[in-house]
């Protein structure tokens, strides 16, 4: 399984392109700003959430368009094509919607479908980014393995969100309101907590057998994030209700969690280690990640300006190791140069200006 077509309309400078005839190495050419990266987040939206950019949904429209943007991708599932779109509407610029075979399905159904992981150049500030940006890169990776995270995700923001607005309002709180919230915080947190450490636990076996070259191979752990049981989650939340409404805010729950990291064999907190060596260290995060999804469910790997920061030989077995895996992938890149080793088996487009060309 596999995107076999993507279209793009009136999406960031792209009024119109057609991309065809994809493969398990996908290959987008050109200069800077002339549009590449606006396709890998184009394909990111075919996921929960808010893409590789993380842009409000009415920034995404092309300039000087009708106000809208439309992303529609086929699927290719075996014998079948599975259509699986999303669009936002010149009447509602603020709300991104789904449609799965012409029909329309809440946003979290398309993680039903697809795996969506990306690499950017901002994400090699990772390792040195706040906590938050840590926990949406983990929450993307299990995510695109377990997607009913999503659900578990949403219903305790929507919770935090309340439980926050009535800590911080001048009047005492109903406390058989917060109760409920809490139960419901409880509930999601604990479902949340368990999969991320299900998901950190297969990442470090898979790790640990790996060699420390080319690749920096990190250690991985959970940190914070409060008790992981349900009960045990309810129970803190009401004994720090006086500390919290002090605060105004929630301050125990997996929305204070962290991923620490450290490389191996140096004992060295990855935040301390150098550029190259946080940059090696994310992309054997990855891979690793890729080896863990089933054959069965797809993963869609995008790879924004990755190749060019890679000396030969990491390259070499960046491409050998995504060769071996399950994962479809697509990359860009200025110059053809750094991707002589899959030049023959991967599909081309030249982007210019917004405009695509299969080469």
Not at 161 to 180: C, H, I, M, T, V
Request: proline share 6%; hydrophobic share 45%.
């Amino acid at each position: 399984m596999a995107l076999a077509s993507l279209t793009l309309s009136d999406f960031r400078n792209h009024a119109l392109s057609e991309l065809t005839g994809a493969r398990r190495f996908n290959l987008l050419l050109g200069d800077n700003g002339a549009g590449k990266t606006n396709v890998l987040e184009a394909i990111s939206l075919l996921s929960p959430g808010r893409g590789m950019r993380r842009a409000a949904a009415g920034e995404m429209a092309r300039e000087g368009g009708p106000g809208g943007f439309a992303i529609g991708a086929d699927l290719r599932a075996g014998e079948e094509i599975v259509r699986l779109g999303t669009k936002v509407t010149p009447e509602r610029p603020g709300r991104r919607t789904a449609r799965i075979n012409g029909a329309d399905a809440p946003l979290g159904r398309l993680g039903e479908w697809l795996g969506m992981l990306w690499l950017t150049p901002a994400m090699d500030r990772l390792f040195t980014d706040s906590p938050g940006g840590r926990r949406r890169f983990l929450d993307r990776l299990v995510l695109a393995l377990e997607p009913g995270h999503a659900r578990h995700s949403t219903r305790y923001e929507a919770a935090l969100r309340e439980r926050n607005r009535l800590l911080s309002d001048d009047r005492p709180p109903d406390p058989d309101w917060l109760a409920g919230l809490e139960a419901q915080l409880a509930e999601h947190g604990a479902a949340i907590s368990a999969a991320r450490a299900r998901l950190v636990e297969r990442l470090a076996n898979t790790l640990a057998v790996l060699p420390d070259e080319p690749f920096a191979r990190p250690d991985l752990a959970l940190e914070g994030g409060g008790p992981p049981d349900a009960a045990e989650l309810a129970a803190a939340f009401g004994q720090r209700r006086r500390e919290e409404r002090a605060a105004g805010r929630t301050l125990v729950g997996p929305h204070r969690a962290d991923l620490v990291a450290s490389m191996a064999g140096k004992e060295r907190p990855a935040r301390d280690c150098s550029t190259g060596e946080q940059k090696a260290m994310l992309i054997a995060l990855v891979l690793a990640h890729a080896g863990l999804m089933p054959a069965e469910r797809p993963l869609v790997l995008l790879l924004d300006e990755v190749a060019a920061h890679l000396d030969p030989e990491r390259r070499a077995a960046l491409f050998e190791r995504l060769r071996n895996g399950n994962a479809q992938v697509w990359l860009t890149g200025t110059e053809a140069a750094p991707f002589e080793d899959i030049l023959d088996e991967a599909a081309r487009w030249d982007v210019a200006e917004g405009a695509v060309t299969r080469r």
